[in-house]
Structure formats: structure tokens, C-alpha cells
């Protein structure tokens, strides 16, 4: 007799089916309840592809593209299609690298191969025609040993080198068509599932796969290039080669061999560069420029970057004050609800922007204004005798969520202010084929503050983390485009340091907690980095924000 296993579905639904069912064929009946393809699953709480077969009794959930989990597998997934692809039209050995995330995409680069517009579109037809052959993408468990002599014939040595430094005895590949790569996430079942993407040319050999957001997953939106933002991953690329590092296999020879020391240098001179441009753009328009605003999304290092240049703009005989919108926060009484009845301080409406832009009229005009203090306790703005008046060579500096959004500062002249954005702009990869996220780099960097400083745990913050990044979509990310400049805060060889102290805080993360899959996955990621001492790392560093020790602290 047929064994049946009994399946509960989103904690209401349970149905039996019997042993050896894929999650695939389960998917099929409950497709309708979700608006694109389903593309994943989850399995008492751990992540499956939807090739696993049921053996025992489980919970289990889905996700479409919409989703976080989802829209991470649907990534790869095109990532893979375009890697193929490429090779089907320009040849086996025709090899791109992709590169970093930007405007909803991808940049990727040919790296033998010369193209143009014709042959972007010829290969974006050719993803499509894999995308109606059904296509599907098959998992297979190597031995690490067997994967490096298959890498070293196809002559891919970044793969080779990447798997030097990892201790794993088996590797997960994947097959698409004849075509073997590595990806150190879950797949798509098949191509069919993956039914909206673009290229774009940019110049030279560079181009941008472009695919659905998770704030936008019916279509895909058109590339808008934002240049400061391109610019800055390049000069992040131009100074890895300078070092000698391209890849997290290069960054891992180095650490492994002692030599890192040089590299944080390296890393620190030239974020530091960065600040003392800054101060030299300001300096050249000294008399003009009064306030300084700088946004960025969480974890970036904003307060140590406005701290440090206050520092640098000191030397160049400024005198800087630091003003918080923060204390500009309407009364909790007046403060925006969220539909579900939650306050909403994230949104500029629970700032007093009209206070704000008065305060800052009058000290342009060298008034002396009193300065309001923010009592969180009771929710109201208090006066407690701090007050300001600005100098001939003064200049505010403002820092925060809304600090490039115009609305924030109306009522100033653009001549009167100087916008910087700040990202830590990951351009170190795992491989050719597998970018690093900056969102990463953010994500781990919270989670060690927020345990260091704000008593929270990893799983408090991964919990948190899907309201950040709605909050950054909103009110970081369109406004980027109102910069001045972009100061890049990734440092090449934070992931090594960011890793001691990670792993343990996710390494205690509950197993039936629901962003343990999330857990495991930056667990993954971080499995291919060789760990740095912090010891040689600066205490005015901007990572010491996060680590600890920092002297702006």
C-alpha cells in the first residue's frame, strides 16, 4: 500500500500525498493563490527547491517572485539563463562577469568578446527562446575535489580559486542545457517561470540585466542610468585592481598568507580620499555653501562619515555644527499613523519641515536661533537653552533619512547646500557569476551594531530588516539622484572582519523562527570568506561603527 504523507500548508490547510511527491506538483494546487509564478518553497522552516520529494510529515510555503526568498531565486535563475545564453550566441568560451546591482539590475561586462547593440539584442532573443523551451535547471551534489578539476578544464579558474578556500567536502552545481555553473543559492524549477527581464547597452562592453523588483514584480521597469552611482562602482573596481583583488578568491590569498594588513591601508586611504575631496569641493566654494546634507541607506556609516569630515572640513578652516531632524520630529500626538495603526516616524511628514526650514532661514541670515531638544520619552519637542548662531566660515551639517529629499530643506537656495550620498557600493565578488549583494554588507554590519549597542539579536533585526528596506525604497533611493557626490563607505576587506563577529549571532538564530532561512543563507555566504582580526582595523575607521572601538564614539 501507497504511504501517504500529511502536509500542512500555511498553518490552515492539510491535505495527504503520496511519499516521493515533488513540492512541484504541490505548487500546482495552490498556484492559483499567488500572482506569478511559484518559484520556491519552504520545508519546516528551511528553503527547498520545488525538485524535493516529500518523505515525512511538514509545513510548507511557497513564494512567487513578489517575495524576498523568491525574488532572490528568480535572480539567480535569469543570471544563469543570461550566462548561457551568451554562450549560445558568441560561443563556450565567450565569458561575462556580473558585475553589481544598479537601478533595479544588473551591470555585467564581456570579458572576451566585443559587443554592441545588435548583439545585446541578440542575445536577450536567445533568453527568451530558452525561456519557451522549458528549460530545467537540474541540481547535482559534486565532490569539491571533482569540481575544481571540471573548472580547471573549462579553464573558469575563478571558480577554482573560490573553491580552494572552501572546506565543504560536496559542491552544489547546476546544469542548464548542457551548460555547468556554481551558485551558492536555490534555483527556479525551469526557464519558463522566468518571463520578464531586459538588456541594455551601456558603452564599451557593459551592459545591464535588468528584472522585476519586489516593490515592482509584474514587469520590468526600464534602466535609468544614475552616473555618480555607476562612476563610484567603477573607481571601487579601478582600486580592487590596484590591490590585486577582484574577486573573494583574491581577498582569501591574501588573508591566508598574512598580508591583509596592507590591504586595510589601502581600503582605508581610500575611503578617506573620498572625504578629503569633499572637503576640498566645499572649501572651493567657501562662502556659498552653508549646510551639508547627507543621506544614505541603513548602515552605511553616515555618523562616522559626517563626524570625519567635519574633521576634514576643520582643517580647512571651517567651524561645523551637526543638527538631527530627528529633534525636529513633530509631537507624537500630531505624528502619521501607518494603515495598520502603528506610528509612522519614518515617513518626512513626521517631521515639523516648516520649523525646520524657519530655523534654518534664520540662522543663514546670522540670527541666533534656539535649538529644539526631542524628548522621546513624553513625544514632545522641548527647549532646554541650546541655541546656535552661525559664523562667517560656519557650516550645518545634517545627517538622516530625509536629508536629500528637496521637501526637507524647501525653503533654502541649492547654492547654500551641498548633498552627499552615502552606500557602502560592494564590488568585490564571490566569482564571475556570483555578485555580492550591498545589501549584505548592510544587513550583516546592522546586525553586529544592533546587538552591540541596542541589546537586539540577530533574528530582532532580520525581523526588522523588510521595513528598512521599504523605508529606504521610499525615502533614500529616489532622491540619490540629487547628490552632489557619492562617497562609497565599503571597505574590500570588511566581510573577513564583519565575519567573526556575524557567524555567532546567526549561528543563534531558532530553528522554528521565521527568518532562520534567512539566517542560513548569510551563514552560506559568509562560509566563502577567511576571517580578518580586527586588531589592524583603524579606530577612526567607519567599520568600527559597527565593531566596536571607534574613536568618533
Request: hydrophobic share 35%; net charge negative.
Amino acid at each position: 500500500m501507497e504511504k501517504m504523507i500529511k502536509v500542512e500548508y500555511k498553518n490552515k490547510v492539510i491535505r495527504e500525498y503520496p511519499e516521493g511527491t515533488t513540492l512541484l506538483e504541490i505548487a500546482n494546487s495552490f498556484q492559483n493563490e499567488y500572482n506569478f509564478p511559484i518559484l520556491v518553497a519552504k520545508v519546516d522552516n528551511v528553503v527547498e527547491e520545488l525538485a524535493y520529494k516529500l518523505t515525512k510529515k511538514c509545513e510548507i510555503d511557497f513564494y512567487d517572485r513578489s517575495s524576498t526568498v523568491g525574488h532572490t531565486v528568480y535572480s539567480h535563475g535569469v543570471h544563469f539563463l543570461l550566462i548561457v545564453a551568451i554562450k549560445k550566441v558568441l560561443g563556450n568560451d565567450a565569458e561575462v562577469i556580473i558585475q553589481h546591482s544598479i537601478d533595479k539590475g544588473v551591470y555585467c561586462e564581456m570579458v572576451n568578446r566585443e559587443i554592441n547593440k545588435d548583439v545585446i539584442k541578440q542575445i536577450e532573443n536567445k533568453m527568451k527562446e530558452i525561456v519557451k523551451q522549458d528549460y530545467n535547471f537540474i541540481k547535482l551534489s559534486v565532490a569539491r575535489r571533482d569540481a575544481i578539476q571540471f573548472f580547471k578544464k573549462k579553464k573558469q579558474y575563478d571558480k577554482v580559486e573560490v573553491f580552494k578556500y572552501i572546506s565543504n567536502t560536496y559542491i552544489n552545481l547546476y546544469r542548464l542545457d548542457e551548460y555547468y555553473d556554481y551558485f551558492f543559492s536555490e534555483m527556479p524549477y525551469s526557464t519558463s517561470v522566468l518571463d520578464e527581464f531586459k538588456l541594455t547597452y551601456i558603452k564599451d562592453n557593459g551592459f545591464v540585466l535588468s528584472y522585476p523588483s519586489i516593490y515592482h514584480p509584474k514587469d520590468t521597469e526600464d534602466y535609468s542610468h544614475h552616473k555618480l552611482v555607476f562612476d563610484a562602482f567603477l573607481d571601487y573596481t579601478n582600486m580592487g585592481k590596484t590591490v590585486g583583488i577582484s574577486n573573494v578568491a583574491d581577498l582569501n590569498k591574501i588573508i591566508s598568507i598574512g598580508e591583509y594588513n596592507d590591504v586595510i591601508q589601502l581600503a582605508e586611504a581610500n575611503y578617506n580620499s573620498q572625504l578629503a575631496k569633499v572637503a576640498d569641493m566645499i572649501h572651493n566654494k567657501m562662502g556659498k555653501v552653508k549646510i551639508i546634507l547627507l543621506a544614505g541607506p541603513s548602515s552605511s556609516g553616515k555618523t562616522t562619515t559626517a563626524r570625519k569630515l567635519a574633521v576634514y572640513l576643520k582643517a580647512r578652516g571651517f567651524k561645523t555644527h551637526s543638527i538631527s531632524t530627528d529633534d525636529y520630529f513633530v509631537n507624537r500626538v500630531d505624528t502619521p499613523k501607518k494603515p495598520n495603526g502603528e506610528y509612522d516616524f519614518e515617513t518626512i511628514e513626521a517631521v515639523d519641515t516648516t520649523l525646520f526650514n524657519k530655523h534654518l532661514l534664520k540662522l543663514l541670515d546670522g540670527d541666533k536661533v534656539s535649538l529644539p531638544e526631542f524628548n522621546f520619552v513624553i513625544g514632545e519637542r522641548e527647549y532646554k537653552g541650546k541655541t546656535l548662531q552661525l559664523g562667517e566660515n560656519d557650516i550645518i551639517i545634517i545627517e538622516g533619512l530625509h536629508a536629500l529629499n528637496p521637501e526637507l530643506t524647501m525653503a533654502i537656495d541649492d547654492k547654500n547646500k551641498f548633498k552627499i550620498y552615502i552606500s557602502p557600493l560592494t564590488q568585490l565578488n564571490i566569482d564571475n557569476h556570483n555578485r555580492i549583494h550591498t545589501s549584505d554588507t548592510r544587513r550583516l554590519r546592522r546586525i553586529i551594531r544592533d546587538n552591540m549597542y541596542r541589546g537586539r539579536s540577530a533574528a530582532d533585526t532580520l525581523r526588522l530588516w523588510k521595513n528598512i528596506l521599504e523605508g529606504e525604497e521610499k525615502y533614500v533611493f529616489p532622491y540619490q539622484s540629487e547628490a552632489d557626490v557619492i562617497i562609497n563607505s565599503a571597505l574590500i576587506y570588511e566581510l573577513g572582519v564583519l565575519k567573526i563577529y556575524a557567524e555567532p549571532l546567526l549561528f543563534s538564530v531558532s530553528e522554528d523562527d521565521e527568518v532562520y532561512p534567512e539566517a542560513i543563507r548569510l551563514i552560506n555566504f559568509l562560509r566563502n570568506f577567511l576571517p580578518i582580526p580586527s586588531d589592524d582595523v583603524p579606530k577612526a575607521s567607519v567599520l568600527r561603527e559597527f565593531i566596536g572601538g571607534s574613536s568618533f564614539h
